[in-house]
């Protein structure tokens, strides 16, 4: 409510307040009284020309004129100041204005003027202040303004400029502005530091501050240290930096044109080159210069040595497909466009049992081989021991070294001139240039069974062992085992009996033995290189069928050997073992023909009883007088098949199956009823026998057992008599011991205490002794300490009794003795007195004596 009641008293009282400074000013308008520096612009309504009135003055209005603006203060520009005035008045050269005929100041309408410091002006009617008084631009050292020129104009210098043109104003110094010409930006100077450039670009072709004529986009560096202000056609790009360049690091340059550059050497547009710190210890890029990259420094020991791939020649430019060798120690920066080959490479350093394998790339005299012509191709070899450094005409093939064989070891060896292959075995080799090692291929299968180390019948072996190629394949032929190997050049093939290392030749291959294996027996199952000899076994499953049509499966194992002899005497039959490629499935099939056909003529019940004659007679067959002969030859391969154990007969028809087992059950179980009834009664026989055994072993034991109590009733009597009887006397004699011990213990406590009071009296006049001697010492040595602290004390006194009677001298000792006495009788005399004494009255003064002196002192006097 009280907000709204200052509300509408406000709004009552100010139309009446101005209403009534209306009225005033209305009553009192025709008379202006203007203050110094004041005016107005006064409008004369007959002639329509405004005037400008200046105070201090008082003006009357008249009724025809009109104060159209003011009073206002007039224009103050203080030092070093400025303003811009739009539309100003037109004056003459004398400083009048320029008016029409009407007497109206003439104007410049659309222009502007920039007025400086002066006295105050008042403002001509049309004339207006743009913007404020603003203080004069400073422009301070190592700066400047760029200026551009917006109509054409002739400057104070009397430098004709044109609409466009841009020039800079330097500093120090203060800049006054002109209407003509417009600031476009402060621009401050660029420090150039040491090992630095400015880099700057030509805006438009122009002359730079050498006098050097610079093309459009030109651009240029400014190397000198110190402040560089650029021109108005200079733009700044940048400041390079220098490279820092050492005894290890140079710079890889490119030349983007064909210029001169710092040292004064023409460069090629493409051009590349190496600056190192012989040339400068730092390095600014020129603004024509690319840097491709830092360049290592390349340093080779005296053990290493580098290949120059198109090495710069002396007129720097590089030698394409030419090579340069750089022996060490050495050091280098490898120039543009060169590279080295295979990189830094060592000292070929070979023993003597080393050789390194050349060849001649092109023709060149061998200076190491007492200047051997070489031809391209040429291969030699260096043997060691020695070092080698391979100049740019030989290529290195590769470091050969002796081969060390041992009796049993062997490599392969080609001549590349003849083609013609051997085998060198048991001696250190070393491969001649025409030579190199061979490798002999092996059928997969011949292989797999050298790498596994399996044998004819055993089990792969779980380590395998990579063969080496170049080497003499070896085969360790087990015992009891035979080997065939057959060479395809002489078309012959010789079999080696184990236990033997077979070797082969570089035309000869193992004969790959494939038998058949498994139960039935099935084709190249087992796979190897030897065939044992035997004497072993094979089992094989034979299904047959009797005549009454009962099929039966027997298993049958056969023992066989080869009927050979080992030493490898009768070269026939050893080769006769190969001749039969799987002499197992061969003889199994062979056999189980022949007990097929001599159980088809039998019945079912007479081969299950006579079934092992039957398979015996059938496979060995009989002799005239019809005895089993005791084994089978097989003439072809020398097999011999020397037993047949038949180890299961089993029906294969499932009712014949039936019918025998429950006919083996019959006899099993009435075979078992047998025995349990032979046992039964050998049971209860034993158990009669110890029943009577017992009964006789009771009766001598309770026999035993009377004697042994009539035994313990007398043994008992013994005792109780020997025991009351030793009890009496053992009571006696332990007192009669107890007696002697307390007698004794009595004595010899008493020689204990003596012995004990002795000891102790002996201590303690050892005690006194000790302690009244180490007194004495103590005070011998106390008395020793002080007569040697006296005597040095003593000498100390004396040494400094004497340095001060040497330091004060006789005669001045002399003066102070003769000074007291002096001063004395001086003090004396001057008091009046022949003599004084004075005391305390506490020490006692021998009255005569003193007396006697002063009497006889006076009387001398008088």
């Not at 067959?621 to 299961?648: C, M, W, Y």
């Not at 075979?671 to 055994?693: L, P, V």
């Not at 107890?738 to 213990?745: L, Q, R």
Request: hydrophobic share 35%; net charge negative; charged share 30%.
């Amino acid at each position: 409510k009280r907000a709204a009641a200052k509300k509408l008293c406000f709004g009552f009282f100010v139309p009446s307040f101005s209403l009534l400074l209306k009225e005033i000013m209305s009553a009192d308008s025709h008379v202006i009284r203007l203050k110094p520096f004041e005016y107005i612009h006064v409008l004369n309504n007959n002639t329509n020309v405004t005037d400008v009135v200046c105070g201090p003055q008082t003006f009357t209005r008249k009724e025809h004129e009109q104060v159209v603006e003011g009073p206002k203060k007039m224009l103050m520009i203080p030092p070093r100041h400025y303003c811009v005035i739009a539309n100003p008045v037109i004056r003459k050269e004398d400083g009048t204005l320029d008016v029409d005929a009407d007497n109206n100041p003439r104007l410049r309408h659309g222009d502007e003027e920039i007025r400086g410091e002066q006295e105050p002006f008042p403002l001509y009617p049309g004339e207006n202040l743009v913007g404020k008084i603003s203080p004069l631009q400073v422009v301070a050292a190592n700066a400047a303004l760029r200026l551009r020129c917006i109509r054409d104009f002739t400057d104070k210098s009397g430098t004709e400029r044109q609409a466009g043109d841009e020039w800079l104003f330097h500093g120090p110094g203060t800049y006054y502005p002109a209407v003509e010409v417009q600031v476009v930006e402060i621009i401050k100077s660029t420090i150039v530091k040491e090992n630095s450039a400015l880099k700057l670009r030509a805006r438009r072709k122009m002359t730079d501050n050498h006098g050097i004529e610079r093309q459009a986009g030109e651009e240029w560096l400014i190397r000198t240290p110190g402040a560089y202000l650029p021109e108005v056609d200079e733009e700044d790009v940048g400041t390079v930096r220098a490279h820092v360049l050492t005894d290890k690091k140079a710079l890889h340059l490119r030349s983007k044109r064909t210029f001169k550059d710092i040292q004064g050497v023409e460069r090629k547009a493409g051009q590349e080159w190496l600056v190192t710190i012989s040339d400068a210890e730092t390095h600014i890029p020129d603004v024509y210069e690319e840097v491709i990259g830092e360049v290592r420094i390349t340093t080779l020991n005296n053990r290493q040595y580098a290949v120059i791939l198109d090495p710069v020649g002396e007129d720097g430019n590089n030698k394409l497909g030419k090579k340069e060798l750089v022996k060490g120690e050495r050091s280098f920066f490898l120039r543009p466009g060169e590279r080295l080959e295979n990189g830094i490479q060592h000292v070929h350093v070979l023993d003597g049992e080393e050789a390194l394998l050349l060849r001649a790339k092109e023709t060149f005299v061998d200076a190491s081989a007492e200047n051997t012509p070489r031809k391209p191709g040429d291969k030699w070899m260096i043997n060691g021991p020695c070092d080698y450094i391979p100049p740019i005409e030989v290529e290195i093939l590769e470091k050969r070294r002796v081969i060390p064989l041992d009796e049993n070891e062997g490599i392969y060896v080609r001549d590349l001139n003849t083609g013609k292959v051997r085998s060198v075995i048991g001696e250190a080799y070393m491969l001649k240039s025409n030579e190199e090692l061979w490798e002999k291929e092996l059928p997969e299968g011949v292989e797999e069974l050298l790498q596994q180390r399996e044998y004819s019948g055993g089990k792969p072996s779980a380590r395998r062992q990579e063969r080496e190629k170049t080497r003499v394949v070896t085969y360790r032929a087990p015992h009891n085992s035979a080997v065939q190997v057959y060479d395809y050049t002489s078309n012959q093939s010789r079999v080696q009996f184990g236990p033997d290392l077979v070797m082969l030749g570089p035309d000869e291959h193992f004969t790959l033995i494939s038998l058949s294996g498994g139960k039935p027996k099935r084709q190249d199952v087992i796979k190897s290189i030897c065939v044992l000899l035997g004497p072993d076994f094979m089992t094989d499953i034979v299904t047959v069928e009797t005549s009454d049509h009962a099929r039966l499966s027997l298993q049958l194992a056969y023992n066989w050997h080869f009927d050979v002899d080992k030493t490898g005497a009768d070269e026939e039959a050893a080769v006769k073992i190969f001749s039969v490629p799987d002499f197992v499935g061969d003889a199994c099939k062979s056999i189980a023909s022949r007990v097929r056909g001599a159980v088809a003529s039998t019945s079912f019940d007479d081969f299950h009883k006579q079934s092992a004659e039957c398979i015996r007679s059938a496979v060995f067959g009989t002799d005239a007088e019809g005895n089993v002969r005791p084994h089978l030859k097989f003439a072809p391969n020398n097999l011999v098949i020397t037993g047949i154990d038949i180890q299961s007969v089993e029906p294969i028809d499932q009712r014949t199956r039936d019918s025998l087992q429950k006919s083996v059950q019959l006899a099993i179980e009435i075979t078992t009823k047998s025995q349990e009834a032979t046992a039964r009664h050998d049971a209860q026989r034993k158990e009669q026998e110890a029943r009577g055994k017992l009964e006789r072993q009771k009766i001598n034991d309770e026999s035993e057992a009377e004697e042994a109590r009539k035994q313990l009733l007398t043994l008992q009597a013994q005792s109780a008599a020997v025991e009351s009887t030793g009890h009496a006397a053992a009571e006696a004699k332990a007192r009669a011991e107890a007696a002697k011990i307390e007698g004794e213990a009595a004595v010899s406590q008493a020689q204990l205490r003596c012995e004990a009071a002795k000891i102790k009296s002996q201590a303690e006049l050892e005690q006194t002794k000790k302690r009244q001697l180490a007194e004495i010492t103590h005070q011998s040595q106390i008395n020793e300490l002080e007569l040697s602290k006296a005597q040095k004390l003593a000498e100390i006194e004396a040494t400094k009794f004497a340095e001060i009677v040497d330091a004060i001298g006789a005669e001045t000792i002399q003066q102070i003795a003769r000074a007291g006495p002096e001063m004395q009788a001086r003090l004396l005399g001057g008091l009046g007195l022949k003599g004084i004494m004075i005391t305390d009255g506490n020490s006692p003064i021998n009255m005569f004596n003193t007396a006697k002196g002063l009497i006889g002192e006076g009387v001398s006097t008088e």
